[in-house]
């Protein structure tokens, strides 16, 4: 067996690097597709639900596939420096890429609206912090108004060497299967991951790799909905800060996905959104961030209705690490404080009979 040294060279052939290149890679990719085996149970329809738990990346979640090429190309073109706007996890991922090539990383997050344990990576990786007194959509704007003074290359998903990173999603998929799934379930705020995967999973169907390609089911947080108001949002609102996103940057790309695959939008409420985050930790073992979740609370949803019909193979994407928002773990835990005992033979044995 072969040492795995990540999605770059994995997929090499189907990715715009050359021999030559100099790939910055912290063995990105390979992520786990896991079959849930109590929820359909629970739902009670006869599907086949996979996750594809993307928060097993470098950096806990799947902006790491993304990095690993726009961080590639820009030090291959010279560049000594990346930024980006943020809700977490693109600054936490374009951070440890940037001291990986050894360059300088600057990230602009919206102040006070970014999961503790992003912060904490971004901190350890040592980019230069930015928080603004604004949400990601101002940030964002701010970051490609910057670029055209400053010697930074954007790492945000506008970036496209973010999406050809991105797509290896589809392909691992496809590669562990066998064939693309029949409907394929996903959170979407910046709206480049959609975008990523429905170009993936259509190279791999006009190459003839499978013969099919899924519907494509966006999901997002009633606060935070452009795709399913059908316009912008303005003052964009949910726990899930990851896809706290109003305006986003690949509006038409998603919507062509969406269009292409026979796929729809749909929103979800914080706590349907939280609901689903618990369940997969409780009834899988699959502990993902809230964002995340959306992806399978609207799976349940849709199937449930009918909509997406018994005898599916679905896949939701998991974007990223439960971990990496302790605050809000131990918010819906609230009411499941760990018991102190003495720490005695008889308190323990006691403490056990009283838990089973
Ligand atoms: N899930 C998580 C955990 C995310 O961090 C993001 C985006 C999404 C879903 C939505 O993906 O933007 O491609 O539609 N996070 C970005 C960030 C915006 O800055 O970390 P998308």
Not at 1 to 10: D, E, F, K, W
């Amino acid at each position: 067996m072969t040492h795995y040294t990540g999605l770059i060279n994995r997929y090499r052939n189907r990715l715009p690097v050359g021999a030559n290149t100099r790939i910055i890679s912290l063995n990105e990719g390979n992520t786990p597709l896991i079959q849930l085996q109590n929820i359909p149970r629970m739902i009670g329809k006869e599907v086949d639900i996979y996750v594809k738990f993307e928060g097993l990346n470098p950096t806990g979640s799947f902006k790491d596939r993304g990095m690993t090429m726009a961080v590639t190309k820009a030090v291959e073109a010279g560049s000594q420096a990346i930024i980006c706007a943020s809700t977490g996890n693109t600054s936490a991922s374009a951070a440890a890429y940037a001291a990986r090539a050894g360059i300088k990383a600057f990230v602009l997050i919206p102040e006070g609206k970014i999961a503790l344990g992003k912060l904490a990576q971004t901190l350890m990786y040592d980019a230069k912090i930015i928080q603004i007194s604004g949400n990601f959509d101002r940030g964002m704007t701010l970051v490609k108004e910057v670029a055209d003074h400053a010697p930074v290359t954007i790492v945000n998903s506008i970036n496209p060497f973010r999406i050809d990173g991105q797509k290896t999603a589809a392909f691992e998929i496809v590669d562990a299967l066998g064939f693309a799934p029949d409907y394929h379930c996903l959170p979407v705020g910046n709206a480049g991951n959609i975008t990523a995967y429905w170009k993936g999973y259509k190279e791999y169907a006009t190459d003839r790799v499978c013969g099919n390609r899924p519907v494509m089911c966006g999901y997002q947080a009633a606060g935070a909905a452009p795709f399913v108001l059908g316009e912008m949002v303005d003052n964009p609102e949910t726990v899930a800060t990851a896809i706290r996103i109003g305006h986003p940057q690949s509006w038409d790309f998603a919507w062509a996905a969406q269009r292409e695959s026979g796929g729809w939008f749909d929103k979800f409420a914080d706590e349907d959104i939280l609901a689903a985050q618990k369940m997969l930790s409780q009834y899988e073992g699959i502990f993902c961030e809230p964002a995340s979740a959306t992806s399978l609370a609207g799976a349940m949803r849709d199937i449930k209705s009918g909509k997406i019909p018994e005898g599916s193979k679905i896949v939701c994407t998991l974007t990223g690490n439960g971990i990496k928002d302790p605050e809000i773990a131990m918010m819906q835990c609230a009411d499941a404080k760990p018991v102190t005992i003495d720490a005695s033979l008889d308190a323990v044995k006691r403490a056990i009979l009283d838990g089973l």
